[in-house]
């Protein structure tokens, strides 16, 4: 089933000196004549930093752009909630950063398992990038002086981090999507909200368009363009459990992959150690607390088992600052697989708080002692009233209780140097891609990623595809549109015509339980195994036992998360799937099967420094997939283990 | 089946909710019971339990807006017992917990009404008036290219404060649905606000006022009325000083505003 076939991956990376090697491609890239770029049509899904940065830029160079958001107004889009901040090597602060050792930290932080040209690339535009958004107006936090400031952020030894109080993602959002809708006011961009992308249209195996429902009439519609744009977001919701949005979710790539697109390292997921632990049954989404917090909060249990008593009660010496005791030298600042894998350790082991025993303490106490209470809002003030709304509990009197909840997905869409996908015309930008991050995203870097696709890197790469190849003037009467939509109309039709007695939340939060237990943080070959059995028993059940009421033809938004789950069930097969075959600790995910004496995390480079790209090769009872792998080499970072010892 | 003595330690609530089939149909509210509602659980988490309830009933569950749950997209959008987003201050709908109600309590669900924000369907309207407002000004009209160095316009720090405190609008539209006159001036104020206070708004700073209060006359939003209901039903504590920054500004715009040569397309 997985038996690795002909490459078919090339990455086109260029070659030569690594820090020319974004400017010596643009050059060779052939540029779209400014006069035939408004014949040609781009049509973008998903209005996060990836997909508004994009629409606007590529409509500020002329191209005809039509954009699909699946809200009433593009402003919602995911991106809107991250909060902490986003990188740039600007070396303000002269720390000792720059590109290069931007570079070098997301090279090391993925854990050997990104591509060298494309973190180069990355680190190059993360300074103009803080230009451009300055410039739309974003106000990032200033020093009394009036310049921009910094802060460290998950585990960086420099101050890159730019931020907007405690809405950073809110704010790069709005600029995008203000000059996003000063190109719909000029009527460069056509708008169309509310639209969820249900298929991908290939032609002659070119991506030439979409089938998108309209949500509040169900209508059923096609989309013709040139090129097709993915800025779809990551899958974490995978889990029903995760920091991300309600609407956040897989169909756009997934069905992007069934018509032949390659996914890329399925199973790299990120855990995020501070998030609010869950309350109870009826919990539908996590929120995170801004790693910025372990800046200044210590993270401890009580040092021995079962300690029920109320914190303040717990004398220092029977507490364990576990991350500053086994890690001195990072202290609370270790990357966040590490803190996310020894919170579950310490509850794992009896040691976790609160009523459940599944949370850790991060404590603002010394930090309040040391620079007084006004400092600690100042910083913190707004998570600090997010974290007493949802808990009742005031973290300046109280710990917090934390505890780790997936935030993001490293996998997505295989896509080459220029964000394409391995069907030509389709491209994939900001979570949605397999992504610069390799196994391990460092904090701060999504966003950076997102605008940096966005802003910087389709504008110059899309125009190969346009001023490359023919493309013949397709229609949204061409046949495969019929055939796209058939198949679409037929899903949903099944989808309301099952009349079980399960509800899709239902199966949805069977699934979620299923992939944290058995494809989560900490993976081993047994709960592998089992786990792609359940999740196969579970797809049969879904389609035999789904209960959906109401009909297509109106605002249903049972139907719509029906559509999501499926998809996520396939997902989550190929996930485990992509897991299993990966029998090293790397990055976010530990392997049990691969670690040192000492417990941590072993990685095998030797036979797995490698993009896993999986092809998808068939449906059934066990759908299956051909295993294509893209070699990683790397020329300027050496590769090393991880130590944060 | 009305809110008995079964209380297993949860809520039991009463809830008559705005249903409305789409645009065209008349709404009206039916009346729900919902029993052990924990106290910790949101106020959408609750609505959740109540449409799997209707499903398991055969009732067609309750549509309403909602994607981040915490506070920042702007989408969740109901008025409940009469107010925007419930009784707790600077609390969107999706942050507001249940431990705010008693057992036994009776709670009116509603949805946004302004004449600017048609009914979709039971609970959810339709708010792209506010995107046709910003399309047509609330931005900084700078291409995606190479722009100055970012530390090269330094920005006092209370200015850059005052802009972000303004540019924390989520575009919720509560401020309109809190307003007698459905005045959409606190969310308008707040954008002015955060582009005329920074020196990258200022080039654009008259046609953008002039432009974005046409079109939030054009899309039907009533006049201020100086009642000030928009900042107590406020999220995120927009504060009613952006609607006197609009005054000013629109009031320094138009007496000095040229007729535009080229604004007859729309900028
Ligand atoms: C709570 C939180 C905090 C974070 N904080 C930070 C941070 O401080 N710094 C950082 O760098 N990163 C952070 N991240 C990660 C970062 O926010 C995301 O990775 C990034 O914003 C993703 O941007 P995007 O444009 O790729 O996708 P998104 O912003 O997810 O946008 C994609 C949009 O497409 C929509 N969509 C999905 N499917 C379809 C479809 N079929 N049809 C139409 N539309 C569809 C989605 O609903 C979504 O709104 C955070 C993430 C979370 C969850
Ligand atoms: S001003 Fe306040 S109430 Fe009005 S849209 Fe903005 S956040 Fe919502
Ligand atoms: S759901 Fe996002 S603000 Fe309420």
Redesign the pocket.
Request: glycine share 22%; net charge negative.
């Given at each position: 089933m997985t038996t690795p076939t002909t490459p078919i991956l090339d990455s086109k990376c260029p070659t030569g000196p690594m820090s020319e090697r974004w400017s010596k491609h643009r050059f060779e890239l052939k540029l779209v004549n400014p006069a035939n770029k408004r014949k040609f049509h781009v049509l973008v899904?998903?209005?996060?930093?990836?997909?508004a940065s994009a629409a606007a830029s590529l409509a500020e160079l002329g191209y005809k752009v039509t954009v699909?958001?699946?809200h009433d107004t593009p402003r919602r889009?995911?991106?809107i909630?991250?909060?902490?901040?986003?990188n740039g090597a600007k070396n303000y602060p002269n720390d000792g950063d720059s590109v290069r050792r931007l570079f070098y930290d997301t090279v090391k932080g993925g854990d050997y398992r990104a591509r060298e040209s494309n973190v180069h690339r990355l680190a190059e535009v993360s300074t103009s990038i803080i230009d451009q958004c300055v410039a739309q107006g974003v106000p990032f936090a200033r020093e009394y002086g009036g310049l921009l400031d910094n802060r460290s952020f998950g585990g960086a030894q420099v101050s890159r981090t730019f931020y907007a109080r405690g809405q950073?993602?809110q704010q790069l959002l709005l600029g995008a999507y203000q000059s996003m809708m000063r190109q719909v006011g000029l009527g460069k961009i056509t708008l169309h909200a509310r639209?969820?992308?249900l298929d991908l249209v290939v032609v002659d195996g070119v991506a030439r368009g979409v089938i998108a429902r309209e949500l509040t009439t169900g209508a059923i519609e096609r989309y013709a363009a040139d090129a097709v744009l993915l800025?779809?977001?990551?899958y974490g919701n995978v889990f029903f459990l995760s920091?991300?949005?309600k609407?956040?979710?897989t169909?756009?790539i997934w069905r992007a992959h069934k018509r032949g697109a390659l996914f890329g390292n399925p199973c790299f997921t990120q855990i995020h150690p501070t998030c609010i632990p869950v309350s109870g049954s009826y919990q539908s989404k996590l929120t995170?607390m801004?790693e910025s917090l372990r800046n200044d909060g210590r993270v401890w249990v009580p040092k021995s088992k079962g300690d029920r008593r109320s914190p303040d009660l717990i004398p220092e010496a029977e507490r364990d600052y576990y991350l500053e005791r086994i890690y001195p030298s990072f202290g609370n600042l270790v990357p966040r697989d590490i803190a996310s894998r020894r919170a579950k350790e310490m509850a794992d082991a009896g040691r976790g708080v609160g009523e459940s025993g599944m949370a850790v303490y991060l404590d603002f106490r010394d930090a309040i002692a040391r620079d007084g209470a006004a400092r600690i809002r100042e910083r913190y003030g707004n998570l600090f009233q997010m974290y007493e709304r949802i808990t009742a509990d005031d973290p300046y009197k109280v710990p917090m209780r934390i505890y780790p909840a997936v935030?993001?997905t490293m996998g997505g869409l295989w896509v080459d140097y220029n964000l394409e996908s391995t069907i030509p015309g389709l491209f994939v930008?900001?979570?949605?891609n397999f992504s610069d991050h390799g196994a391990n995203r460092l904090?701060?870097?999504?966003?950076?990623q997102?605008l940096a696709d966005g802003y910087f890197v389709i504008p110059a790469t899309i125009g190969s595809h346009f001023a490359g190849r023919k493309l013949g003037a397709v229609s949204t009467d061409h046949p495969s549109f019929a055939a796209a939509e058939r198949d679409v109309q037929g899903r949903v039709g099944k989808l309301l015509s099952i009349d079980g007695k399960r509800s899709a939340d239902d199966f949805h939060r069977e699934l979620g339980l299923v992939m944290w237990n058995q494809c989560g943080m900490a993976r081993s070959e047994k709960g592998l195994k089992s786990a792609l059995a359940t999740i196969r028993g579970l797809r049969a059940e879904f389609w035999q036992n789904l209960r959906v009421l109401g009909s297509g033809e109106e605002l249903n938004r049972e139907l719509e998360k029906a559509g999501r789950v499926a998809d996520f069930i396939e997902l989550a097969e190929l996930m485990v799937i992509d897991a299993e075959h990966r029998r090293e600790s790397c990055g976010g995910h530990f392997r049990e099967e691969s670690q040192t004496p000492e417990g941590e995390a072993l990685r095998d480079d030797a036979n797995y420094a490698y993009v896993a790209a999986w092809q998808h090769a068939g449906d059934g009872p066990a759908m299956s997939w051909n295993l294509h792998k893209e070699p990683l080499t790397f020329e300027e970072v050496k590769l090393t283990q991880r130590s944060y010892k | 089946m009305s809110g008995g003595h079964d209380n297993h330690g949860g809520l039991n609530l009463t809830l008559h909710v705005w249903r409305q089939k789409n645009r065209e149909a008349e709404g009206h509210f039916e009346t729900y019971s919902l029993h052990g509602i924990s106290e910790h659980c949101s106020f959408l988490e609750m609505l959740d339990q109540l449409n799997e309830q209707l499903l398991r009933e055969g009732r067609e569950p309750v549509a309403f807006d909602h994607d981040c749950r915490e506070g920042i997209c702007g989408s969740c959008s109901l008025v409940i017992n009469g107010q925007a987003h419930g009784p707790d201050r600077e609390t969107a709908t999706c942050q507001l917990h249940m431990r705010r109600f008693h057992d036994g309590e009776t709670i009116y669900i509603e949805p946004f009404r302004a004449k600017a924000f048609p009914i979709v369907r039971d609970l959810v309207c339709d708010r792209s008036a506010f995107d046709r407002i910003i399309a047509r000004g609330g931005f900084v009209s700078v291409n995606t290219g190479s722009p100055q160095d970012a530390n090269a316009i330094p920005i006092p720090k209370e200015n850059a404060d005052l802009a972000m405190d303004a540019a924390a609008c989520i575009g919720c539209g509560a401020c309109v649905a809190a307003c007698p006159n459905a005045a959409a001036m606190l969310f308008v104020g707040a954008k002015i606000s955060h582009l005329s206070l920074l020196p990258q708004g200022q080039p654009e700073r008259r046609r953008r006022v002039l432009a974005m209060v046409e079109q939030m006359d054009k899309e039907g939003f009533g006049n201020c009325g100086n009642i000030y209901e928009c900042e107590a039903a406020c999220p995120k504590g927009i504060s009613v000083e952006n609607i006197a920054r609009l005054n000013k500004e629109y009031l320094g715009a138009s007496l000095t505003a040229r007729p535009e040569k080229e604004s007859a397309g729309g900028f």
């Open positions: 899904v998903g209005t996060g930093l990836a997909g699909l958001c699946i889009a995911h991106s909630a991250a909060q902490g901040g986003i950073t993602g639209r969820e992308m800025a779809t977001g990551g920091t991300n949005a609407f956040s979710n169909t756009a995170l801004s935030h993001y930008l900001g979570e949605a904090g701060a870097s999504a966003l950076m997102g | -």
